[in-house]
C-alpha cells in the first residue's frame, strides 16, 4: 500500500501518537496516514463557508495530508483557495479571502472593535447587528464577490443568459485570481473536483483537473446559486450551483475509480437533524437545512451498504475453485464488482447557533465569519483528538463514520 507525503511535500516521518495530545497541543510533526486518498469535501452554504476555514486550519496544525479536495458551492470557492496555494500558505489565503467578501459591497465596515462589542453585548444585539449585516448583503452586495445588477432586471424581460439574476458575480473572477494559482490547481498536485448543473440538459456534472484544465469561471460556476446568480457559459454551455442537484460531492469521491483505501473529512454547512419549528421565521430555516443538507448520511449510509455487499462478494469469490472461476463470465463479473478496499469518512457537520435566523447562509459579517471559523476550528481539534478514528476500518464492511456530535448515540 502506498504512503502518503506529507503536507510540506517531504517524505513521511514517523507518525506521533493518536490522541487527545494530537488535536488538544497542535502538534508540528507530520502524519502518514495509511490510506491512498485522503480527501477533503466541502459542501455548499455561503457565508457559513467560513466554517469550512476552520476545518482546513485544524487539519493544517495537525499536519494532515490531503490530495484530493472537492466542494461544490461556497465550498468550490475554499476548494480553489486550498488547492491554489502551497499548504503552508492555505490558511493565510483562506483568511485574507474570507476578509475580503466580508467587507460590505461599497459602505465602509464598521469598525472591529465596536462590531464585536455589539456581537458580545446581548442576545438582542447581536440579533439586531446580524440582521442590518444580512440586509447590507441583500441591498449592496459584499465586497470582492458580488454586487447588485443595474439597472435591476425585470421578471418578465428577456436578457442573454449572463444577465439573468439579481446579482453580478464579476468582481468574484478578480478575487479568485487574486488568491488563487491556477497552474498550481491544474499541476496534479492535489485532484480538484468541483459540481455544478448543466442549465440547459439539468444533468450534474464535476470539473475535475484530471479531466481538464480549471479556470476561475469553474469554480464561479459551482457557486452560481439562481436566481441571485446568472448561471456561468464554459465551453458554450452554460452552469448553475451544483446545490440545485446535490449539496455535497461526498459520492464522487467515495464512489471514485479504481477503489482506494479513503480517509474523508466530510465539512457540512447544513444540519439534516433539527428542531421542529415552533414560528414561522424558524419554518424558513428548517427547509433550508433539511433541503441544501443533501441527505448526506442517508448517501453515507447507502455507500456503507454498498461496501459490505462487495466485501461479502469478495469473500464468496475466495470459496470458489481458482479453475472453477478462470473463463467464468459471471465470475469475471463478480471480480469486477468486489471490493477490499477501506472507507473512513470523518463528518464535521456545522450547528446553528442561536442568534442564527433564515439569513445565515448570505449573513457575511466578519464576526459571525470569525465564529463560523473558530466552530469548525474547534470540531475538527475534537474529532482529532478521538484515539482511534484516523485508522483504517477493520469491521466486516469495511467503512466506518465519525460524527463528534453524534458520539453516544
Known sequence: MSELHNVDGGAPSTPPKRGKAAGATHTHHARCLDYETVALVLQGGGA???????????????????????????????????????PSMRVPRLRAFWETICKPGFTPALPVTFEQMLFAASDATRSMLTALQ??????????????????????????VPERVSWY???????TLERFCDFGRINSGETRVSVGAVNVATGNFVYFDNTRTTLR??????????PPGFAPVEIDGEF???GGVVSNTPLSEVLGALPRRDTLVFQVDLWSARGPVPQTLENVGVRVKDIQYSSRTR??????????????????????????????????????????SKRYNVLQLIYQQQKFERGDKDYQFGRTTMQSHWDAGLSDIRRT???????????????????DIHRVGE
Open 216 to 225: 476561475a469561471e469553474h469554480f464561479i460556476a459551482s457557486g452560481a446559486l
Open 134 to 159: 444580512a440586509a447590507s448583503a441583500a441591498t449592496q452586495g459584499q465586497h470582492g464577490f458580488f454586487a447588485p445588477r443595474v439597472p435591476m432586471p425585470l421578471p418578465w424581460q428577456a436578457n
Open 384 to 402: 482529532l483528538g478521538n484515539d482511534t478514528w484516523l485508522d483504517l476500518p477493520t469491521n466486516q464492511t469495511g467503512f466506518v463514520t465519525h
Open 168 to 174: 453580478d458575480t464579476t468582481p468574484l473572477k478578480a
Open 298 to 339: 442517508l448517501v453515507t449510509d447507502m455507500l456503507q451498504r454498498e461496501q459490505r455487499y462487495r466485501h461479502l462478494l469478495r469473500e464468496l469469490l475466495q470459496r470458489v475453485p481458482q479453475a472453477a472461476r478462470e473463463g467464468d463470465r459471471l465470475c469475471k463479473v463478480a471480480e469486477n464488482l468486489a471490493c
Open 48 to 86: 457559513l463557508g467560513a466554517y469550512q476555514a476552520g476545518v482546513l486550519e485544524g487539519l493544517h496544525e495537525a499536519r494532515i495530508p490531503l490530495n484530493w479536495v472537492a466542494g461544490i458551492s461556497i465550498g468550490a470557492l475554499n476548494t480553489a483557495i486550498i488547492a491554489g496555494n502551497e
Open 239 to 241: 452552469y448553475w450551483d
